[in-house]
Structure formats: structure tokens, C-alpha cells
């Protein structure tokens, strides 16, 4: 592994907090989103993810200060990817938006470089031919909230060369993570084919009106001893990334529930802007939700 300039493709939440981890552990980062305000919004989550890189990592200003000096922005993506080794791509949820994205980089990206998707639940193959190097192509996946819960979970396809596969494991070690190897393709790699049933049925549960968002969370909470219910992991992803899913799985299936939870999910927090934890609402109000308040499992 010989990575030194990696790009990251897309600033929201997950890219913003890749690219900065990807700094901190001593890599030159350029992020590339689709405009200027795209870019100046992510400048803004880095700087937000300052305090927790002191609060959870005692991180020293030195530190911070080389990371945030490690990165570069460009809008343009001829010139975000001139010089790069790896590429992450953390763009939407979106085949045709994450197709159209790669037959334009494969005109533009140097030959040495690795493409690498952070597809929450979409197959590597389902865009190798799209690359125009599949062998040079495949899936580097993380959980939220990077600097702490910190997996790295590689996929191949069945044509990605053995060496990028190995190369990619190594550089995910070495910016910290706990790479997890996955020998074949699987939809949602082992976190979400675990995460995303149970998000998916507290949706259910609540589209048909069986409880409310807080007695969904302080069951699986009180139950399971988990520090977050699903509503409250929903409001870490973005209810932006779990509203393309569902949407997705509507129309792949055809199922009305599924459609249901989309509608849900743009009518109610989306359009009012109530995007997660990003935004300081979603399902909960931020910084003091009520299933941090101590009487909440009582």
C-alpha cells in the first residue's frame, strides 16, 4: 500500500467525517462535492467534529491543526482527483446518481487510481462495468460517527484484483479503523445486513401506528442494555440517507409499507428540515434528546 493523496467525493455527514480521519492519521484529503456551498457546509461539519476528537480521542490543537492543513477543496473534479491514489465515493444513495458519477470519473481519474464506494447497501458490481476498472474497484464501508465506532468494512466483487483488495485493508488500518475483510459480496456487508432489519421494522412499527417513536427506542434500550434505540441510530445516519433507502426499496418491491415510511419520512421531517442529528432534529431535538434524560427507561 502506497497511498498518500486520497480523494473523498461527496461532503455530507459520512464524507465529511471520512475525510477528516483520513487527515488526522497524516493523508492529504481533497474533498470534492457538486458546488461551492455543498464544500462550505462541509467546512462547517469539520469544524464541528473538532470537539469530539477532544472529547472522545483527547486530541491536542497541534493535531487538530495539522489535520484541518492536510485538506483541500475543489468543486472541480478533474482537479480534486489529478493526483490521487484512492478515491472514496460517500455521494447519495442513488444508482443513477452514483452511475452517472463513475462513467464521468473513469474519463477523468488517473490510471493508478482505486476507486472505492461507501455504499451503505448497494453492490460494488452493480457499478464495476461503470468504473471502466473493475479489477481497480470496490467497497470500503464506515459507521457513523467514524473516530469512535470505528469499522472498516472491505468488499470485493468478484473482479477486484486481490492486491487493491489487500491494499485497501491496509489503508483502512491505517487510518485507525478495524478492517473487516469480506471475502464476497453481500447487500448492507455485515453491519447493516445486521442494522438495517431492525431499522426498518421500528419504521413499521411506527407507520402502523403501534407505538410512538420514544416507546419504540426504550423497548430495544431497556431490553438489550443498547445505549441508542433505532430512531436515535436513524437521527446519527440522516433521515435523508434512510428515506433514498426506503424509497428504493418501495419501488423495487413494489410494497406499500415501504412507501408508507418514505412519505413519512419527506412529509414530516424532511421538508420541515428535520434531517437527524446533523441538523439538531429529527426524530429527537439536539443536544439534549429525551432518551438521554435519566427517568427515560423508567
Known sequence: MNFKQITVAGSGVLGSQIAFQTAYKGFHVTVYDINDEALAKAK??????????????Q???????????????NSDLAQ?????DLIIEAIPEVVSIKTDFYKKLSQLAPAKMIFATNSSTLLPSQFAEATGRPGQFLALHFANEIWKNNTAEIMKHP?????????????????????LP???????????????????????????EIADVETIDKTW?????APLGPFAILDVVGIN???????????ATGNEEFERIAELLKSEYIDKGKLGRATGEGFYKYPDPSFLKPDFKS
Open 221 to 225: 434500550m431497556v431490553a438489550t442494555g
Open 80 to 84: 480534486a482527483v489529478a493526483n490521487a
Open 59 to 73: 486530541a491536542s490543537e497541534a493535531d487538530l491543526k495539522a489535520a484541518y492543513d492536510r485538506i483541500t477543496y
Open 182 to 208: 469480506l471475502q464476497k459480496e453481500q447487500p448492507g456487508y455485515i453491519l447493516n445486513s445486521l442494522l438495517v432489519p431492525l431499522l426498518e421494522a421500528a419504521q413499521q412499527l411506527l407507520v402502523r
Open 44 to 57: 462547517e461539519r469539520m469544524a464541528e467534529l473538532k470537539s469530539h476528537y477532544v472529547a472522545d480521542l
Open 241 to 251: 440517507t434512510a428515506y433514498n433507502i426506503g424509497l428504493a426499496k418501495a419501488k
Open 159 to 179: 473482479g477486484t484484483d486481490n492486491q487493491v483488495f489487500e491494499d485497501v485493508v491496509a489503508f483502512a488500518k491505517a487510518i485507525g479503523m478495524v478492517a
